[in-house]
Every structure is written in structure tokens, then in C-alpha cells.
């Protein structure tokens, strides 16, 4: 299948994820396998904040998944705080045009990202905070410029989810590193959980150190299986 060159992240020579499917994959193994819709029902009820972390932004494709599962299940009053975090951030032009494959299905979630993120100066290192407000509520972005152990150490309070997203581990290995990953177990709340495409080995035990039961799930988009993980 032809790529154009402006899918590949020119830093690890890898798409910033699969072109055909994308939106859909995020839903398998993000939202569902995390059970995100009861826990953030649950969340709501008890008047508690719902925390997400995200290693690797890429694109905001995710970002975008996450606006429209909410929107469509006729969720209110949602609010969310969402951490990311980006070594290589991208401008917003190029933001676009990688989200423009989805706009038929998605564009006003994609319209409402990107000028979030127009407000950002990527040549700024460390936090940039920005609101985005949908009919299912609002979604507080903030994105770590820099590297992902650093973003680890600024983040103040864990996260109910991860959402570990950095490229494959043979393309980018730092961003599976076990120091990297057990700050990411250290950052989770105790029954909390994180997902990921991929199920390599050096993946699995860095996870298995930092304190998550995992379970491999079916995947999707060309994957056998994928990985869950609950936090003990
Ligand atoms: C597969 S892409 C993320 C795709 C993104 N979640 C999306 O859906 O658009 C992985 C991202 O992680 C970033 N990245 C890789 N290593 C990193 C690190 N050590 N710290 C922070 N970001 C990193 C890459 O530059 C890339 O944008």
C-alpha cells in the first residue's frame, strides 16, 4: 500500500498509526478494553475527576477516536483530563492534513483538536494546556512537550488510564523503556489500567514490573492480539 511520506514520523521512519482503521482501532483498544463509558459513568456519579494519560501524541489521532466515542454515546456533562506528551511535536498544518482522511466521518471533533492545538508554541518545552468542549462535555488537554519520563515526573496526580501509544518497540524503544514504564505504574491509581497494540515480550514484562496483571485481548487492524492491563 502506497504511504505518503507525511504519515511517517521521519524520526522513528514509522506511520503515525494505521490509516485504514484507525479511528475504529482506537475504540477497541483504548476505550473498550479499558471499559472507558462505565468507568467514566461511575466517575461522574461519585463526583470524582477522570484522569487519562497518553504516551505519544503524534497527530491528536486518538484525541479525535476519544471526542467522537463520547459525542456518540449521548454522554453529558463529561469531564476529563487528558495528558499527553510529545517529543517531536508536529505543526498544526501538518496536524490537518494527517486527520484529513477521517474528516467525512469526523471533522467537527478534528476542527475542534486542531484549534486547541493552533494555540500551542511547539518550540516550548513542558506543559501547554487546552480545553476542548464537545456536546458530551469538556476535555482538558495537556501536552507535555518533551520527553515522556519527564512528562511522568511533572504529572502531579496518577491517571485512571493509559492510553501507551509510542510506536512499535523495535521502531522506538525508548518510549518502553522499564524505567519509563514503571513511573507509568507508579502513575496509575490501584485498580486503574493501561492498553496497547502491541504485545512484545520486552513490552509485557516491563508492564508485569511496574505492577499491571495483563491479558491479552483479540486485535484488530492486523493484529493477532493486543494487551490490557489492571493495575494491582
Ligand atoms: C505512534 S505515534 C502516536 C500516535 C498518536 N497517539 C495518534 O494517535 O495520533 C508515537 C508518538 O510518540 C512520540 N514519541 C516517541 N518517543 C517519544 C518519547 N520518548 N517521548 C515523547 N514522545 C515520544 C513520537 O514522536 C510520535 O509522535
Same mark, same amino acid.
Do not use: C
Given at each position: 500500500m502506497f504511504i505518503p =511520506?507525511?504519515?511517517?514520523n521521519e524520526q522513528f $521512519? =514509522?506511520?503515525?498509526? $494505521?490509516? !485504514?482503521n484507525a479511528l475504529d482501532e482506537a475504540q477497541q483498544i483504548y476505550f473498550e478494553n479499558n471499559n472507558l463509558l462505565d468507568r467514566l459513568k461511575i466517575a461522574v456519579q461519585a463526583n470524582t475527576p477522570f484522569r487519562i494519560g497518553e504516551t505519544g501524541f503524534g497527530a491528536g489521532r486518538i484525541v479525535v477516536a476519544l471526542l467522537e466515542y463520547l459525542n456518540k454515546n449521548g454522554l453529558k456533562k463529561i469531564t476529563i483530563e487528558y495528558n499527553s506528551v510529545e517529543l517531536f511535536p508536529m505543526t498544526s498544518e501538518r496536524m490537518l492534513k494527517i486527520l484529513d482522511g477521517f474528516k467525512d466521518r469526523v471533522v467537527g471533533e478534528i476542527n475542534a483538536l486542531v484549534e486547541a492545538y493552533k494555540? !500551542? =508554541?511547539? #518550540? !516550548? #518545552?513542558g506543559w501547554h494546556k487546552m480545553k476542548v468542549e464537545q456536546s458530551f462535555g469538556t476535555l482538558y488537554l495537556n501536552l507535555w512537550i518533551g520527553e515522556a519520563l519527564e512528562m511522568l515526573n511533572s504529572l502531579e496526580n496518577p491517571c485512571d488510564v493509559w492510553f501507551l501509544d509510542g510506536h512499535g518497540p523495535k521502531k522506538n524503544p525508548s518510549i518502553w523503556r522499564p524505567e519509563l514504564l514503571l513511573e507509568v505504574g507508579k502513575k496509575t491509581k490501584k485498580g486503574g489500567t493501561c492498553s496497547t497494540f502491541t504485545v512484545a515480550g520486552v513490552v509485557k514484562r516491563a508492564l508485569i514490573d511496574a505492577g499491571f496483571e495483563l491479558v491479552k485481548l483479540p486485535g484488530c487492524g492486523g493484529k493477532n492480539h493486543v494487551l490490557q492491563g489492571v493495575k494491582g
Open positions: =511520506d507525511y504519515l511517517v $521512519d =514509522d506511520r503515525y498509526f $494505521d490509516v !485504514v494555540s !500551542v =508554541d511547539i #518550540t !516550548v #518545552t
